[in-house]
């Protein structure tokens, strides 16, 4: 494990804790329902311990995982076209990941993938209002212009220091992240409401909750 990854380790699992108690407390989550984890791993759910059948759902895992960590589905796929009928699962969970596809027209899909396949919702993604930029671990890097996130990245974030990336990385970097704010989140998920979870006063993330599945003519 690199050393981004052990700054994550240790920030993450103190807010992602907190955030599976708000999520339970708000959707109600029975041990029955079946549970969709776009973009998660098997970690999110083992500490404590989730009885439901979870299935996760990303582009990779980890060579190895599922013998490491059974009882979970795996399955590859990617989350703007999800390979899942209309409200397959009684409960759909995304976290940190919608900011990770692209693009506003990308984004748009995973949005209505989310809503079409998943009859409660919870999604989480860091909100682009707040003064840190949590994948570089930079303040205000996020709102500067893309030329000066591409002068910067490599030699005045965190992430760059620890990773050393090469221009091409940097470049990649940069085209997969586009942060949210509450606006956007709300045209996204019309349907949900919009919480914001907040640290030092300031929102942090933004989380569209939607507790009841949507009425299904026939």
């Known amino acids: 494990m690199n050393q981004i990854h052990r700054v994550y380790g240790w920030i993450s699992p103190r807010f992602r804790r907190r955030r599976l108690r708000q999520f339970q407390a708000r959707l109600q989550v029975q041990p029955a329902d079946p549970l969709l984890d776009v973009g998660g ?5 083992t500490d404590p311990a989730w009885p439901n059948p979870i299935t996760l759902l ?6 190895g995982l599922e013998a490491r960590a059974p009882g979970f589905t795996y399955v590859v796929g990617d989350g703007c076209a999800l390979p899942f009928g209309d409200r397959a699962f009684a409960v759909l969970f995304s976290n940190s990941v919608i900011e990770h596809v692209g693009s506003w027209e990308r984004q748009q899909r995973f949005a209505a993938e989310a809503r079409r396949v998943g009859g409660r919702l919870w999604v989480q993604t860091p909100a682009r209002e707040f003064f840190v930029e949590p994948h570089f671990l930079a303040p205000f890097f996020h709102w500067l212009s893309p030329r000066w996130q591409r002068r910067l990245a490599r030699n005045f974030t965190p992430w760059g220091w620890f990773t050393r990336p090469t221009p091409a990385a940097v470049d990649a970097m940069l085209a997969e992240i586009r942060l949210l704010t509450r606006r956007e989140m709300q045209q996204l998920f019309p349907d949900c409401e919009i919480l914001e979870e907040k640290f030092l006063g300031l929102t942090k993330s933004h989380i569209a909750v939607r507790r009841l599945a949507p009425h299904r003519e026939g």
């Open 41 to 45: 791993f098997p970690w999110c759910w």
């Open 58 to 63: 990303n582009q990779a895992f980890p060579a």
